[in-house]
């Protein structure tokens, strides 16, 4: 999440997705977020965003 940027977070699917080309797969990876994990994103940023 430290190197994350809002573009990749989806927050009504509440996912975060690192694009192809920064994995070693050359896939998109999806991960699931928890409401604490989009609480502590939007605090750590001071960003207010729903």
């Known amino acids: 999440m430290a190197q994350a940027s809002w573009s990749e977070v989806d927050v ?3 996912t975060l997705t690192v ?3 920064r994995f070693k797969s ?3 990876h999806v991960v699931p ?3 604490e994990a ?3 994103r ?3 940023t001071g960003d ?3």
Do not use: C, H, I, M
Request: glycine residues 10%; charged residues 50%.
């Open 12 to 14: 009504d699917r509440k």
């Open 19 to 21: 694009p192809a080309a």
């Open 26 to 28: 050359g896939r998109d």
């Open 33 to 35: 977020l928890t409401e």
């Open 38 to 40: 989009l609480f502590s």
């Open 42 to 44: 939007r605090r750590g």
């Open 48 to 50: 207010d965003r729903p």
